[in-house]
């Protein structure tokens, strides 16, 4: 029987039964062959192509079987890794978004006989974690890429060495207070015993009252000028005044410490990641080929801190790239611009100057509580363009 011709119905109908999967046992691994039926394998293993390949495998059979086996253990693992991280999931369903590949590598040919054996290997080997259930196998991956641990030790790191900050601040300002009660000295009250001296002298008591604004003033006994006794008045409120006023001064100073303190934490707190969505940034990698390379983009969403979807300036195609592969991108002056990283993160501020010596930038924050304070020596790599 001759071979349907091109877009007859039996044709279609032969293209749209080859795009599916088929059965398990009529595939040939050794071959990659898929045949749909019983026949069209029993005429397949008598083919000559399929005898040479048997020929082959018949010299080091267990190198074919290892090198299958590793192909799908390699390619099992990295879609579990890559689909679901290391979270846990059922085996079935990876193994089935596994299959639903057509060229992927079938389990007949590797070292394991059911998907259960697979699962078992797993967990010995340390690969996953694997539990079973009513319900059936469970695993999860297990990262150890060396970047990932990396990156988990700086970020305890990180976190130990704020915690360190916030106990040497908490001391700082304790000794900033004892320093302060030392320096104060402190009114002790003196209590006296009331005692009359002379039992005959009677006890008055003279209660001025205040005088009313519709009545004349009576006349005082100090003389004819009783305005005289004012400016006695002014000298003796003048001493507590001038005490009040070194005492604020001394207060001001510590507090001034303490400002200079907070500036310098603020300063001395910076992450290890700085994305954030709506900010200019540049391509510095080759790998992406030279039609990006030093190109501008904007972030359009951050994903696990350390990865961003960018979108090109210039050709607006979309990428998804690593923090690494990419830089900070400095506003001309007077323009405006977010703080990527240190105390003032997440604040919008319009660019000062440029300080082009030491790298550095002087900001004026345009958004929250700080509005309107200027920060001297910020890093280029601290700063962004705002999209």
Request: glycine content about 6%; proline content about 4%.
């Amino acid at each position: 029987m001759g071979k349907a011709e091109f877009l007859t119905p039996k044709a279609i109908a032969n293209r749209i039964k080859s795009k599916g999967l088929q059965k398990l046992r009529w595939y040939c691994q050794m071959c990659q062959k898929q045949c749909r039926d019983e026949n069209g394998f029993k005429c397949h293993c008598m083919s000559e192509s399929h005898q040479r390949q048997l020929l082959l495998a018949s010299e080091n059979p267990q190198q074919f079987m290892d090198y299958f086996s590793e192909e799908f253990r390699n390619e099992f693992l990295e879609l579990l890794r890559r689909r679901f991280g290391t979270k846990r999931v059922h085996n079935n369903v990876i193994y089935n978004e596994y299959i639903s590949h057509r060229e992927h590598v079938h389990m007949n040919a590797t070292m394991w006989e059911t998907l259960t054996d697979f699962t078992k290997w797993l967990g010995r080997e340390g690969l996953c974690k694997v539990d079973e259930t009513p319900k059936g196998w469970y695993i999860q991956y297990i990262d150890r890429d060396p970047e990932t641990i990396c990156r988990q030790q700086e970020l305890e790191k990180k976190k130990k060495q704020e915690l360190d900050d916030e106990e040497r601040n908490a001391k700082f300002i304790e000794e900033l207070v004892r320093r302060g009660k030392e320096g104060k000295e402190e009114a002790v009250p003196v209590f006296t015993e009331l005692k009359r001296e002379n039992e005959e002298e009677k006890v008055a008591f003279n209660l001025n009252k205040g005088q009313c604004t519709s009545t004349p003033a009576p006349k005082s006994s100090l003389g004819p000028n009783p305005l005289q006794a004012i400016p006695s008045v002014k000298r003796k409120e003048s001493g507590p005044a001038s005490s009040s006023e070194t005492k604020d001064k001394k207060k001001k100073s510590a507090l001034d410490e303490i400002m200079e303190f907070e500036e310098q934490k603020k300063r001395s707190l910076r992450r290890d990641h700085w994305l954030h969505t709506g900010i200019v940034v540049k391509l510095i990698t080759k790998k992406l080929g030279e039609k990006y390379y030093k190109k501008k983009a904007v972030i359009k969403e951050v994903q696990e801190k350390y990865t961003a979807i960018i979108k090109m300036v210039d050709s607006g195609d979309k990428l998804k790239v690593d923090q690494t592969h990419l830089e900070t991108v400095i506003p001309a002056p007077g323009k405006k611009l977010l703080v990527v990283n240190g105390g003032y993160r997440g604040n919008e501020a319009i660019l000062n100057s440029i300080h082009e010596q030491s790298f550095s930038a002087s900001i004026i924050i345009d958004s929250g509580p700080l509005q309107g304070r200027k920060v001297e020596s910020v890093q280029y790599e601290d700063i962004s363009k705002l999209a």
